[in-house]
């Protein structure tokens, strides 16, 4: 997807995003949740680094996982974490 088309997929201006992202214009929440709303991702994708942090590896893969699946990862997690069985 080029700058261009992200612009228009939210109403955003090419320019704008051009300088947020040269780091010349900071980048706000309306911002955030506008990319994301172009890219058909959460806001949480568009803010992490998954290359930077284990936890945000372990995200990424999730968010790749299809919703049932999703659904059945957390309960694992949430049993592991807990130390109840999953529900």
Same mark, same amino acid.
């Given at each position: 997807?080029?700058?261009?088309?992200? &612009?228009? %997929?939210?109403?955003? *201006?090419?320019?704008?995003?051009?300088?947020?992202?040269?780091?010349?214009?900071?980048?706000? @929440?309306?911002?955030?949740?506008?990319? &994301?709303? %172009?890219?058909?991702? *959460?806001?949480?994708?568009?803010?992490?680094?998954?290359?930077?942090?284990?936890?945000?590896? @372990?995200?990424?893969?999730?968010?790749?996982?299809?919703?049932?699946?999703?659904?059945?990862?957390?309960?694992?997690?949430?049993?592991?974490?807990?130390?109840?069985?999953?529900?």
């Amino acid at each position: 997807m080029s700058l261009q088309d992200l &612009a228009e %997929a939210g109403a955003m *201006s090419k320019g704008h995003l051009s300088s947020v992202e040269q780091g010349l214009a900071a980048i706000t @929440i309306e911002t955030v949740e506008r990319i &994301a709303a %172009a890219l058909g991702v *959460s806001p949480f994708c568009v803010v992490t680094f998954p290359e930077d942090d284990e936890l945000d590896r @372990i995200a990424d893969l999730a968010r790749k996982l299809p919703k049932g699946e999703r659904r059945k990862l957390r309960k694992e997690l949430q049993a592991r974490t807990t130390h109840e069985p999953p529900t």
